[in-house]
């Protein structure tokens, strides 16, 4: 089983629509979650860190589950920009990140 | 500016070659990393180190090899035992806290 999944996608939205990714991890002694956004044939880059009591950052917000093992995003009126490969990291221990193989946004004008 | 850099951004090499890929960071952190990227699987972890003369291998490190003599420094050598060296390599940084920042990337194809 792999540490980290998410559906790969592609979702397809219209603008200014609302969607929402769902990343379940499978070692319950992971410790902190990322949302990581990459775009195409770019580097990663940090969205925002995902805290238990979950947070906000503008139209973006991560919710963290810890007794189903998942982390969720939510991006509110999608704008074209949004278009990316989105990543869910676990990190469990020191150095140990689990990067699952990120699901896919389109947003359509 | 502070931030990683990698060069080149693109590397083409023959079979049989070692490679080095560069990856210097301004941001005084102590732990630098190397993943893969392939099509359709996650980052996987090559190597890391936390402080000057020290590294560890990560999941996926046969065929590779580092060095950290400097903090601002982390070069990769893919050598011709990796079976499948062609792949896009990302090189990160992290300060005590603990998210990682990404360099650009060198994308290296071995024909």
């Known amino acids: 089983r792999k540490e980290v999944e998410q559906d790969p996608g592609p979702f397809n939205v219209p603008e200014g629509a609302t969607v929402a990714f769902n990343c379940t991890y499978s070692?319950?002694?992971?410790?902190?979650f990322f949302w990581y956004r990459q775009d195409c044939r770019k580097e990663p880059k940090l969205l925002m860190s995902v805290y238990s009591s979950g947070n906000e950052d503008g139209r973006f917000t991560a919710q963290l589950n810890r007794a189903s093992q998942y982390i969720s995003l939510l991006i509110r009126d999608s704008k074209l920009s949004d278009s990316a490969t989105y990543l869910c990291v676990c990190k469990t221990g020191a150095n140990n990140l689990f990067f699952g193989t990120g699901t896919r946004l389109t947003v359509i004008p | 500016d502070g931030g990683i850099t990698q060069s080149p951004k693109y590397l083409f090499r023959k079979e049989g070659q070692n490679v080095t890929l560069s990856c210097e960071q301004n941001l005084n952190h102590d732990a630098m990393y190397w993943y893969r990227q392939d099509p359709g699987q996650g980052l996987r972890l090559i190597y890391y180190s936390q402080i000057v003369n020290d590294f560890q291998k990560g999941d996926i490190a046969e065929g590779y090899s580092v060095s950290r003599e400097k903090k601002e420094s982390f070069p990769l050598t893919v050598t011709s035992a990796q079976k499948n060296p062609t792949a896009f390599y990302l090189c990160?940084?992290?300060?005590?806290?603990?998210?990682?920042?990404f360099g650009p990337g060198t994308r290296l194809t071995v024909t």
């Open positions: 990160a940084s992290s300060a005590k806290s603990y998210e990682q920042y």
């Open positions: 070692n319950s002694a992971s410790q902190s």
